[in-house]
DNA sequence: ATACATAATTAGGCTCACCTAATTATATTT
DNA sequence: AAATATAATTAGGTGAGCCTAATTATGTAT
């Protein structure tokens, strides 16, 4: 039904959607895709006539309903093998991602609940992001960035909004892992860096750059 | 490197090949493909000079080593994913291949390797047939078809020589399964049917076109 | 050896998903 | 408002992997 092509549109489309809001603009998405903006505005002619997405010329593009059902879908795919490949196969955070690229264009329903029942219906990856059900709904997400913390806030690190390898790396190397608890201990006003304790046992210096892409929950 | 079209003419032609020996002809390969025979011509001469083949104009193909290799490599996935599917989703014997066809084309060594720790290093697949290790090579192989048993033969039901849902189901029905142990009570001469007593327990008849299609390890 | 049937190849063409270069539309600056 | 920069579209084209119809090669029966 849907090509391989067309999957990949619907997911960047979504993420662009999500990351910038409103209307998904040609050259955002072929810069997304790695595709010359000429191929992009074919390509999503052919997609609206389809009615995965609604165009509107020059100005860009957003999913439909239908179009955002197969782009959250994608996303479940995605999600829940990364879940897998960390948890059963033993692959680190930043290792997963181009293997879960590959996974989620896998054609089959019965195969993405039964790893959903074998994965206890995980809520989230191994990044943090949430899961969508099988009906593209997320449970409720009350995260925030680090950086939006004050001092003496204890919180809970539960996703990351940068998916970068390095980034990730860092944080692997700095001994800072997903569910760890983090306290706000001071913060340099002039350059926004947080000094955090983490798991009640080191402390460490965190960049802005660090803490803004830190999502945690308020405990 | 390798295509997605060239994975399935890789794995067709050494399939053809292990079933009927020699050179595989453009028919028989558009036939299994479900692709004309121009297609295959025009493609198989692409293989042969990627030297993934070789082509004998008007003959048929056979894989060179590089692409025996590919074409076990294939398998290996092909199988392994099987393996996976039956033991740790809970998916039935019969549910397994399509999905499987699917996930072989996942390109990660690593992936593969994973999973193959995950599974113990299994050396077959559901359905009994053996999985080659990472440099292509199988296990020894005694098995052969209850059809060259005789009367007071105990054995062991290791695979299926015919792989079809029907045949796959049938078993099932009969309550068949890999492992089971098979004791040859009395065979037919007129019709090469044989009366055969499962795990001990109930005795069945089985036609000459199903001891065909079960491979068996004496015990 | 000739005729016939079957298999394989060649010729020409199609769609999908991309490309570059040229053109047009939109947004920003002066 | 005009000039300029940037973004988007159009026009024309490519390779991969398929197709049908026509032709040629191979194998078999007479």
New binding site residues.
Partial sequence: MT????ENYLKAIYKLHEKHGSMV????L?DS??????????????MAIKKLIS?K????VTLTDQGKTIALNIIRRHRLWEVWLVSNLGFKWDEVHEIAEQLEHVMSDELIEQLDKHLGYPKADPHGDLIPDANGRFAKNSSKPLLECVEGDKVKFTGVAEHSNSFLQYLTKSNINLGDELLVETIEDFDKSFQVKINKKTSRLLSKEVVKNLLVVVQ
């Fill in positions: 090509s391989l092509a067309e603009s040609t050259s955002a072929a895709l790695q595709i010359s903006a000429a191929s992009v505005t074919d390509f999503i002619k052919k165009y010329k020059s100005k860009g």
